[in-house]
């Protein structure tokens, strides 16, 4: 945060909503498959469609955070947002704008993936019906009290987690990641970071769904975004396309990759989202991690662009990966 606020003067921000896409929030349950809706940021609301004789499916929420800043205060340091959340104004009046909430997955525990405001008001709305939440290993710590013990689970790289309800059962993977977690000075890797994958069987058959999480794909000691076929990458990824693909829905970063030589490592640029892509099978991704907090160097109308231009370069479709308007959905 210091890296991204320090000395910089962005014009641009204050009109911030002119280079998002914007569209409103329909929470509509689908009538067949899986339905997600960007809700800023790597926030991802997953709904399935209900099974027979139901109003709702299951609903998944990744790493939701509506606060303004993603720091560990809300009056001075880190970033504010220069696009709302979607469905509310306040923590509360998004959190209340959501449909019933089944299961939180947490990808690690970097202030903007994990939000303490944001989960209190999620499991205070559902006391009577809490929803199970999933933590990487060692993340304890920060939700205990929040959520109740009996539905809280750590998992480690590759541990599987079985998910029964009466909205039906989804079985989740968590997997590995190219980053690092910290809260303060004082707990770097102390905790694991990660992605988390979904595998549910449904009326109309099998359905995989990815998040990645945060993460880099290289080590790029350049402002290059060229593909260099003879640099090491994360391998993580095309074990990933091996032991649970193909994937139906991938949520993949494309933003707060500026300067590469400081971030490549940890983030993605849109010139690396789509050899992840390709690396784990993905057969539909939306992008994430853009578009709503001024995290590093490079310009925030940036990374649909370089979007494009990274599509063209490995020959994949708008139709294949693309950006969603903040609030819209995506449906396979």
Not at 55 to 63: A, K, P, S, T
Not at 227 to 235: A, L, M, N, T, Y
Request: glycine fraction near 8%; proline fraction near 8%.
């Amino acid at each position: 945060f210091v890296w991204s606020g320090v000395g910089k003067k962005r014009p641009e921000l204050a009109d911030g909503c002119t280079f998002v896409p914007r569209a409103e929030c329909d929470f509509t349950p689908p009538a067949t498959g899986v339905k997600s809706t960007w809700l800023g940021h790597a926030a991802v609301l997953i709904q399935y469609a209900p099974l027979a004789g139901q109003e709702r499916g299951l609903n998944i929420l990744f790493d939701p955070v509506f606060s303004d800043r993603c720091g560990p205060t809300q009056w001075f340091g880190a970033p504010r947002r220069f696009t709302p959340v979607p469905c509310g104004a306040t923590v509360a009046e998004a959190v209340d704008a959501l449909p019933p909430l089944d299961i939180v997955a947490i990808s690690h525990n970097h202030y903007d993936h994990l939000d303490i405001p944001t989960l209190r008001a999620i499991f205070a709305k559902q006391a009577a019906t809490p929803p199970a939440l999933l933590i990487p290993l060692n993340t304890l710590r920060l939700v205990r009290g929040i959520a109740p013990d009996e539905l809280v689970r750590e998992a480690d790289w590759w541990e599987e987690i079985a998910v029964s309800s009466d909205r039906g059962d989804a079985h989740f993977t968590y997997t590995p990641a190219q980053h690092m977690t910290a809260r303060t000075a004082f707990d770097m890797a102390a905790s694991l970071w990660g992605g988390w994958c979904v595998k549910t069987k449904r009326d109309g058959g099998a359905q995989t769904v990815w998040f990645a999480g945060d993460t880099g794909y290289s080590a790029v000691d350049t402002e290059t975004y060229e593909i260099d076929e003879s640099r090491p990458v994360c391998p993580a990824f095309k074990e990933i396309g091996s032991r649970l693909g193909p994937i139906d829905l991938a949520f993949l970063p494309i933003g707060a990759y500026s300067t590469r030589s400081f971030l490549s490592t940890v983030h993605c640029a849109p010139i690396d989202a789509v050899r992840v892509f390709k690396d784990v099978n993905a057969r539909k991704a939306v992008a994430i991690h853009w578009g709503t907090w001024d995290l590093s160097n490079e310009p925030i109308s940036e990374p649909p662009r370089m979007l494009a231009e990274a599509r063209e370069t490995v020959g994949l479709t708008q139709e294949q990966f693309d950006i969603c308007a903040l609030g819209g959905s995506v449906s396979v």
